[in-house]
């Protein structure tokens, strides 16, 4: 049996990078690129490899991604080399939005599952409270809600989809998917 990506998908401070943190070991993240500003605690190469601008579309003209998008006035992409190499190894993750996914699957077909988290705006804005982000930002995201919730029902056309609802503790989460993983 071939590995697997697992490709969580959901608004921004749904729990997609803490449902897939507590569900994989880090060993089987695909870090991606981007040029945005590390968070508080975030490592170059553990992760995301933080990039400029200027590096990310030298790599854009190399064909360097398997997929990439801007975000939010930011690059991000999965390197061709990082995800071929985590599938030959064991099962990988990674958090992407809608068209990565998409940009994943056609390269790579059934072998890239999508997880969408399913959450209310309330609850999102309530995390992004949480996790200490500022209020431009918290507003410049959910502006974006209405729009990624509804891209994100074009999921419901791949096969093998796992939907999680991400308004339960991450303890909750994470069973959740590592039930419907292995169903």
Known sequence: MRNLCYIFVGPSGSGKTSLAEAAFS???KVISHTTR????????????????????????????FAEFDRYNGNY?????K???EKLLQDDCFDVLTLPGFINLYQRFGQQIIP????????????RMLQRGE????????????????????????????IEIDATQSLTAMTREFKQKRNA
């Open 26 to 28: 880090q060993q089987q």
């Open 37 to 64: 500003a590390p968070r508080p605690g975030e490592i170059s190469g553990r992760d995301y490899f933080f990039v400029t601008p200027e590096i990310f579309e030298q790599m854009i003209a190399e064909e360097a």
């Open 76 to 80: 991000y992409g999965v390197s061709l």
């Open 82 to 84: 990082a995800i071929q």
């Open 115 to 126: 997880v969408r988290l399913n959450i209310s705006k309330e609850e999102t804005k309530k």
């Open 134 to 161: 500022d209020e431009q930002s918290i507003t410049k995201r959910l502006a974006l809600f209405q729009t990624e919730v509804k891209a994100n029902q074009s999921l419901d056309l791949y096969p093998h989809l």
